[in-house]
């Protein structure tokens, strides 16, 4: 199974900073990888496929980069609304499996 | 619109069964791969089970092969989990999901899953 590392598991923040979050896949994903947004209580939503396509109506302060096994979520300029938890997919084989998440918080 | 709307989640006695449904809405389902995907109580997110268009092809993880059966029924747009031998382990928020290049683009409101005597 491919396991998926994200870093930091939690990082602190104002609004108006430049936030960056890390996944490391155990082996080579091409970019079969996807960036999910999660609010407490609700339904994951899809940011990022392909490690780089932003998702239908997702902001432009969000974006993703990397290829292999390295890949990168950056957000340009936090706003209020953007404090929640993060999780990366590895879409490259079976089983699909997620990162274990990165609690954005405010500082 | 499209929509996903999870049911069937209850309270069950460990060994019992539960069969979830999501009916779908607003995009053509019979052409898009769909997958149910869990998450524990105050855990992370976990891939259960994927279905290929035609329902040819199905996934599971591991942790649930053998009990869990992914199934859709396309004259009424809608993705089953039946679920046997449930385990205390099992207990998580079930969502569907719509899959779009490997990835989940949409999902519906999730449904509770308890497995508790």
């Known amino acids: 199974d491919i396991q998926m590392t994200q870093s930091p598991s939690s990082v602190s923040a104002s609004v108006g900073d430049r936030v960056t979050i890390t996944c490391r896949a155990s082996?080579?994903?091409?970019?079969?990888l996807a960036w999910y947004q999660q609010k407490p209580g609700k339904a994951p939503n899809l940011l990022i496929y392909l490690a780089s396509s932003l998702q239908s109506g997702v902001p432009s302060r969000f974006s993703g980069s990397g290829s292999g096994t390295d890949f990168t979520l950056t957000i340009s300029s936090l706003q209020p609304e953007d404090f929640a938890t993060y999780y990366c997919q590895q879409g490259e084989n079976f089983p699909l499996t997620f990162g274990q998440g990165t609690r954005l918080e405010i500082k | 619109e499209v929509q996903l709307v999870d049911s069937g989640g209850n309270l069950v006695q460990p060994g019992g069964s539960l069969r979830l449904s999501c009916t779908a809405s607003g995009f053509t389902f019979s052409t898009s791969w769909m997958a149910w995907v869990r998450q524990a109580p105050g855990k992370g997110l976990e891939w259960v089970a994927t279905?290929?268009?035609?329902?040819?092809?199905?996934y599971y993880v591991d942790s649930v092969k053998g009990r869990f059966t992914i199934s859709r029924d396309s004259a009424k747009n809608s993705l089953l989990l039946q679920m046997n031998s449930l385990r205390a382990e099992d207990t998580a928020v079930y969502y569907c999901?719509?899959?779009?290049?490997?990835?989940?683009?949409?999902w519906g409101q999730g449904t509770m899953v308890v497995v508790s005597s």
């Open positions: 999901a719509k899959i779009w290049y490997n990835s989940f683009n949409f």
């Open positions: 279905i290929k268009q035609d329902g040819s092809e199905t």
């Open positions: 082996q080579g994903l091409g970019n079969w």
